[in-house]
Each structure stands twice: as C-alpha cells, then as structure tokens.
C-alpha cells in the first residue's frame, strides 16, 4: 500500500484525483503501477487501476494476472472493478471504501458477483485512514 500511496501523492502535480495503484505477483514482485492520469492524459479510462493492469499485462506478456495482487488506495468504481474481473486478478487489497462509487463492497460489488467468471478476494481498509485523509486534502483544496 505505501507504493500505491505514493503513486496517489504523484497525482496531486498534476490536479488528478490522488488514487494510486500496484499489480504485485505472488512473490511480491511489482509487475506495473499506475496513477490517476484522467486531466494529464485527457482520457476518461487513465484510472489509477486501469493503467496498473496494463502495465502488469506488458509486464507479464499476456493479459491474464492469475496469481496476482492489485493493491490501490481508494475502492475500484465498476469501470475498474470490471477489468479486475476481466483480467482474472486472485487479490485485491484497498484502502479507503468509496460509497459513492465503490464497486467492490460499498455501492456494489462487481468483484465478487458469482455471476461473472471469476471472483475477486477483497481486502478492505488497509492502511484507510492514511488513503482517506489524502483524497479529504485534495478535495477540501479544490473547494477552497
């Protein structure tokens, strides 16, 4: 989580929502990171979660991550929480729940809906307080 963590303070250069994430193998190893790239990249997809899971799929040289950890500091939304899915991710490990947006527990939970084809394992709340407080800075500065 502190990688992830500090992928989210790399946001805050660039005005886009502090939300960080790491792909991490079974061995610990970092197979991608990424950041929320939203308003520097001009793209509605550059989720911190999103990019992290590609850059793991290049890492890795194919687009399933069996066996693989996606740790990211705030609750997937159903965008991101659907390509967990997708990319048959065993692990994921977050820190602040999202209730306004959250899909992997709070608002819904695509990640373990045993309807799809393949069921996510959720950690929530690790490190939380630490997550919640940088997102709570970010957006009490936007209002100010």
Request: aromatic share 4%; hydrophobic share 50%; proline share 3%.
């Amino acid at each position: 989580m502190g990688l992830a963590l500090d992928e989210a303070r790399a946001c805050l250069a660039t005005g886009d929502v502090p939300v960080g994430a790491v792909v991490v193998d079974a061995a610990g190893t970092v197979l991608g990171a990424g950041r929320n790239e939203r308003e520097a990249a001009g793209d509605p997809t550059a989720h911190a979660e999103v990019l992290a899971l590609r850059a793991a799929a290049r890492a890795r040289g194919e687009w399933r991550l069996t066996g693989c950890t996606l740790v990211v500091t705030l609750e997937p939304c159903v965008m991101c929480a659907g390509a967990t899915v997708l990319a048959r991710v065993d692990r994921l490990v977050l820190g602040a729940w999202d209730p306004r947006f959250g899909a992997a527990g709070s608002l819904r939970d695509v990640v373990r809906d045993a309807r799809l084809n393949h069921v996510v394992e959720v950690a929530g709340d690790v490190r939380g307080a630490e997550c919640r407080a940088l997102l709570d800075g970010f957006f009490a500065a936007r209002r100010t």
